[in-house]
């Protein structure tokens, strides 16, 4: 199992082996010394180490007189642990694999249809477009019929003239 899909609480994989004999006391004293050091600045190895040893009891206890595991007893149950696991997750990266594969493929959809309107906005506007303001010359009569410069009201006389000369106030 490698260390990222590690479980809480489990012990380094390189040691794990190792604490099963430690635990059995089939170790050589190199072996064995290394594996102390090792569980004297590793808690999780050494938790893992009282849970096997707790279920070792709990074996014994429950087990008929003189039943003793094999020593590859608890490799073995690891193995299927770690299969089922592998299993359980490969169907789930199976299901969700196809969400993603699908997100995905919308995701390009959506980029290959705004690259496209991009492209003919930027296409459409290098068009001349035609102006739609009418240009005419500018004739004398225009600034006959146009109302003079406004001049402010000198008294409140022109002030009731200017509101009556534009429909009573009503523009």
């Known amino acids: 199992m490698s260390a990222d899909m590690a479980l809480p609480n489990t012990a380094c994989s390189q040691y794990e082996a190792l604490l099963e004999d430690y635990l059995h006391a089939n170790l050589n004293s190199t072996d064995a010394k290394r594996a102390e050091e090792h569980l004297s600045t590793c808690g999780a190895c050494r938790e893992a180490l009282e849970d ?40 789930r990266a199976g299901f969700w694999q196809s969400l993603v594969t699908l997100g995905w493929r919308f995701a390009a959809t959506a980029a290959l249809a705004l690259a ?30 146009a109302a003079g410069p406004a001049q402010p009201p000198a008294n409140r006389d022109d002030v009731l003239m200017m509101v009556a000369e534009s429909n009573n106030g009503n523009n």
């Open 116 to 145: 496209v309107l991009v492209a003919y906005d930027a296409g459409h506007a290098r068009r001349a477009q035609p102006s739609q303001i009418a240009i005419r010359p500018i004739q004398t009569t225009d600034f006959l019929l």
């Open 52 to 91: 096997a040893r707790a279920s070792l009891r709990l074996f014994r206890a429950a087990a008929p007189e003189g039943a003793v595991p094999d020593i590859g007893f608890p490799r073995m149950v690891m193995a299927r642990i770690r299969a089922a696991e592998s299993a359980m997750t490969a169907d």
